[in-house]
């Protein structure tokens, strides 16, 4: 038995993962879906604060599993509990560099319609439309319409300090196996950007580092979910 611990990205609770830790509890292994703060003051810190929350020091070492925003959260929580971390993965998402936060990752235009609605709003940023996702590149392919409705009516605002803030990043650690799920981007598509030092792809050179394709939109968990099951059931 392995023991999973799942991090949702932004505008989602742990009920993201519902279907998924369901197909891996079927196949014997234990599940911790972490709930990341969403109060007007939190921040990305304090949502690796959660996470090393929920990494309690007990029984054997978990597979980290962090979806887009919560993937720079889990790195830096690894690092500060290395010894509770067997393996390292990213959903469609990875390690971003110290300090820097999730909107730096976008390009300028993007990052003014993200800090437009976050403006509008006073306190964080709501889940996007179907439209506005697609628009900041964040592709919702493969979730039916009924699927993506309900997710987006029981979203919850995304606070800003953790879209505008990024994490204190420690020393990655080269024995640590890392896994990047690759949904809305082709592994072939990374090396390129490693080799040119991109940031948020640049430390994926390492031979700790492996990409598995699952090919779907950026919501792998509501598009896919028992494939997404099936590829972090054989990291165990």
């Given at each position: 038995?392995?023991?999973?611990v ?17 197909d ?7 599940v ?28 054997e ?50 990052q003014?319609?993200i ?18 996702l ?13 699927v ?12 800003a300090?953790a ?13 640590l ?16 950007l ?5 940031p ?37």
């Amino acid at each position: 038995m392995t023991t999973y611990v799942l991090v949702p990205g932004f505008w989602l609770d742990g009920s993201a993962w519902d279907a998924v830790a369901a197909d891996l509890r079927s196949r014997g292994h234990a599940v911790t879906a972490v709930e990341l703060g969403h109060a007007p003051g939190d921040t990305a810190e304090s949502h690796v604060d959660d996470v090393l929350a929920a990494l309690v020091p007990a029984g054997e070492p978990v597979v980290l599993v962090g979806h887009s925003g919560g993937g720079p959260v889990c790195a830096a929580a690894a690092e500060r509990a290395r010894d509770r971390v067997a393996h390292l993965v990213f959903v469609d998402t990875g390690p971003l560099p110290d300090g820097t936060a999730q909107i730096d990752f976008n390009p300028p235009e993007v990052q003014e319609r993200i800090r437009g609605a976050i403006e509008e709003h006073g306190t964080g940023q709501p889940m996007p439309s179907r439209e506005e996702l697609t628009a900041i590149g964040s592709s919702t392919d493969g979730i039916p319409d009924a699927v993506f409705d309900d997710v987006r009516a029981r979203s919850l605002v995304e606070p800003a300090g953790a879209v505008l803030t990024g994490v204190r990043r420690g020393e990655p650690d080269p024995t640590l196996p890392k896994t990047v799920v690759a949904c809305s981007f082709a592994p072939d598509q990374v090396r390129p950007l490693i080799d040119e030092g991109v940031p948020g792809f640049a430390e994926m050179g390492g031979p700790e580092w492996s990409f598995v394709a699952l090919p779907t939109g950026h919501w792998p968990m509501f598009s896919e979910p028992e494939k997404l099951a099936a590829v972090l059931g054989a990291l165990s």
